[in-house]
């Protein structure tokens, strides 16, 4: 079983739709979970990290279940410019340890 | 603004050769990390290292080495290049001091293999 797992899409959705992406991980020892952005041909960047209780930026909503080891990201009333590969990241405990990237889910918004 | 400077964003190398990408970050981050990046594969971790002349191995570290002399500088080694290491090859850095520290990343550098 891979460390961190995610549905590679892509999803092409409307715009103003809502869309919703979850990703499993299979070490419970994880401590430390993000949500990544990477546009074409360029690197990926922090979105988001995910906290215990849920966490929410704008139109993003980050959520944690540790009981079934899987975070998500909901992202509400989708723009164009949301399109992009979103990677979900999960450290394990301790600051000597791999940070392990998920495959990435695309996202295309459509006018 | 924190940066991560990976030495060249396109590389052409041949067969055989030796090839080294370089990294340099300036934010004082103890732990940096090799990844590359393939169509439906996602990030692969290749080595990271968490110290100056520490290194580990990620999840694909066969025909790569790593080198970590300074803290500042983290460079990947492919001794004899292939066809199969044409890629996206992606440097980030990441402070010790805290679980919730972001990884940030460098440009990328894409190596194609002649």
């Known amino acids: 079983r891979k460390e961190v797992e995610q549905d590679p899409g892509p999803f092409n959705v409307p715009e103003g739709a809502t869309v919703a992406f979850n990703c499993t991980y299979s070490?419970?020892?994880?401590?430390?979970f993000f949500w990544y952005r990477q546009d074409c041909r360029k690197e990926p960047k922090l979105l988001m990290s995910v906290y215990s209780s849920g966490n929410e930026d704008g139109r993003f909503t980050a959520q944690l279940n540790r009981a079934s080891q899987y975070i998500s990201l909901l992202i509400r009333d989708s723009k164009l410019s949301d399109s992009a590969t979103y990677l979900c990241v999960v450290c394990p405990s301790g600051g000597y340890q791999k940070v392990t990237f998920g495959t990435g889910t695309k996202l295309q918004v459509i006018p | 603004d924190v940066k991560v400077t990976q030495s060249s964003r396109y590389l052409v190398k041949r067969t055989g050769e030796k090839v080294f990408l370089e990294c340099v970050q300036d934010m004082d981050h103890e732990n940096m990390f090799w990844y590359r990046q393939d169509p439906g594969l996602g990030l692969r971790l290749i080595y990271f290292?968490?110290?100056?002349?520490?290194?580990e191995k990620g999840d694909i570290p066969e025909g790569y080495s790593v080198s970590r002399e300074k803290k500042e500088r983290f460079s990947l080694i492919l001794e004899s290049a292939s066809t199969n290491q044409t890629s996206m090859y992606l440097c980030?850095?990441?402070?010790?001091?805290?679980?919730?520290?972001?990884?940030?990343f460098g440009q990328g550098t894409r190596l194609t293999v002649v």
């Open positions: 980030a850095s990441r402070s010790r001091a805290s679980v919730k520290a972001e990884a940030f």
């Open positions: 290292s968490y110290d100056v002349k520490m290194k």
């Open positions: 070490n419970s020892a994880s401590q430390s």
